[in-house]
């Protein structure tokens, strides 16, 4: 089953990119993180039409969503972008998934309207970051080629990124996450821009922003009254197994934890198989 994109109004005047497998039920959001897009889902999204309205966003600097100008790459904005999206498309209740930096972006979201959502999943992200992957994935970033002569070049550059991935997803990421320039080579579509307004800070008030996010977002996850599943990859280096077990042990009032053997950070690509059986067992628990 494949997705049809539309274009949906974001905030801050951004057009924002969204994948649809089916119109019926209940909505089922999904958000992906860092670096990829919304076909990062292919393989669960199916699994889940069936049941739900599923539904995944290209947020803002990702996929064929647009750049911010101001650089607005922050949680807060894309829990505005949420928002936007939720008004334009006349969304009541939904089910809301977030991995990675768009984990972030849902606790943010569930913290600030708790009451519209039926259902939420924080995969492999915290309110406390392991400062290893987070130091791993901002060298990741700033050692990355600008640009690739093939998209056999591209698959080879995954493939070094998520050793776990299988080829034919590695080929998939490489169709969808680049786009072809007038010179012939392949760019992300990620923009490059991103982490810029981070590297404008000085160390202190780094760590000072870090403090005060960790602060808010666990206050956000005290805030959630509908069932929510946190999934950690075994391996993560983001998410440590004692916040993951204190988000859902001791701070979500409906909380369980889904551990994933076999993957890092990046669950769904490293272990698809297991990611969708822990999601669909999640979602289709009341279906």
Known sequence: MSADTMSVPGAHG???????WSHEGVPFLLLHGFGNEGHVFDDLAPLLAPHYRTLALDLRGHGDSDRDPELRYHHDAVAD????????LGIGRFVLLGHSFGGRAA??????????????????AGPDLDARGVLRIRLDAERADPSFGSLGEVERALARAYPLAKPELLARMARHGTR????????????????????????????SR???????????????????????????DILSADTAERMAEEVLQKGSLAVIPRAGHS??????EGFADAITAFALADA
């Open 81 to 88: 972008d949420i928002e936007a999206v939720r008004d334009a």
């Open 14 to 20: 951004l057009s924002l990119n969204l994948h649809v």
């Open 267 to 272: 669950v769904m690509i490293d272990n698809p």
């Open 107 to 124: 606790m943010r979201f569930a913290g600030r309207h708790p009451e519209r959502l039926a259902g939420l999943v924080i995969v492999d």
């Open 210 to 236: 870090m403090s005060a996010e960790s602060q808010a977002l666990w206050s956000d996850l005290a805030r959630v009254i509908c069932p929510a599943l946190v999934v950690r990859g075994a391996a993560s």
């Open 180 to 207: 072809l320039r007038d010179d012939g080579r392949y760019e992300r579509k990620t923009d490059p821009r991103f982490g810029t307004a981070q590297g404008r800070m000085s160390p202190s008030e780094l760590v």
